[in-house]
């Protein structure tokens, strides 16, 4: 049993990445390819890499994807930087492969890494906020992913600003809307700053146009975790993407407003890894 391995799937907006992991999480070979403009095109890329990363003793298959998930029929919900709800993913992949295939959110794929070898190792009740393009999030409650009745945990749709900008949600003002890598390269767009300019950038300076931008990227997430902490009461909240650090970093010039919600905010430490090894990890904890 213990030289079962899985592969874990990562479907991000620039890149697809697979692996093959071991039942502890480490990677055993890995192989990626550029994210394809078509979902036809990502679902041939997801064969090829699945492909790539096989072996004898994959014994399941993890696929995380940037759109909402139900959970009890795998089926892929429209939205997302890659639009997968129309061909039938899981299912097919699984007749293809042999092996039972799982599929989820992201967003929950980085919190099962995050929780069991990361950040959140040890704790029960997490929140996860990934913080790249758009903002994805997860929530775990007594060790346990909050599920909802199929879909739960789209946490940078949480509203921060009631009459703000258009969310691609339908909405006004989401967390998303303000605190993602998009919005900063606004936020810096509207300072009159380079778009070359990067948060680690602002973060060093020390002049009011750079304070001035990290203040209007990072408020919003301190009142969204904020709002966040009020519902879900998390031992800790970890922020992953590839702008988790960054905004882990800005959030120390931002204190909490209420002392009524105790946390802690940490990094994620499994690093661009997260996707993979938590399909991964993800896919052996479905297996009856
Ligand atoms: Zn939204």
């Avoid at 620039?14 to 990626?32: D, H, L, Y």
């Avoid at 090829?48 to 959970?71: E, N």
């Avoid at 492969?97 to 029960?124: H, I, Q, W």
């Amino acid at each position: 049993m213990s030289a079962r391995e899985a592969i874990g799937v990562d479907v991000g907006g620039t890149t697809i990445k697979a692996a093959r992991v071991s039942a502890a999480g480490v990677i055993i070979a890995q192989a990626s390819q550029a994210t394809a403009k078509t979902p036809t095109d990502v679902l041939a890329q997801i064969d090829a890499l699945i492909a790539a990363c096989d072996h004898a003793r994959v014994a399941c298959i993890g696929i995380g994807v940037p759109s909402p998930v139900d959970f009890r029929t795998a089926r892929i919900f429209p939205g997302g930087y890659v639009d997968l709800s129309g061909p039938p993913l899981t299912g097919r992949l699984s007749r293809t492969n042999g092996r039972p295939v799982f599929t989820d959110n992201d967003g929950t794929m980085a919190l099962v890494a995050e929780a069991r070898l990361g950040a959140a190792k040890g704790s029960a009740n997490v929140v996860m906020l990934t913080i790249g393009t758009g903002i994805g999030g997860a929530a775990m409650l007594g060790g346990k992913i909050v599920q909802g009745k199929a879909s739960a945990g789209q946490l940078g749709h949480i509203t921060v600003a009631y009459d703000g900008l258009d969310c691609a949600c339908g909405r006004l003002g989401c967390l998303e809307t303000l605190s993602s890598g998009t919005a900063l390269g606004r936020h810096i767009a509207n300072a009159g700053l380079p778009a070359t300019v990067t948060a680690e950038e602002l973060l060093s300076r020390n002049d009011a146009q750079s304070r001035g931008v990290i203040e209007r990227w990072i408020q919003p997430l301190r009142s969204g975790i904020e709002s966040l902490a009020a519902t879900l009461d998390p031992e800790i909240v970890v922020l992953g993407g590839g702008l988790g650090k960054a905004a882990c970093t800005a959030l120390a010039s931002v204190p909490p407003k209420s002392t009524w919600f105790q946390y802690r905010v940490a990094p994620a430490i499994c690093g661009s890894e997260a996707g993979v090894i938590g399909a991964g990890l993800a896919a052996f904890e479905r297996l009856p």
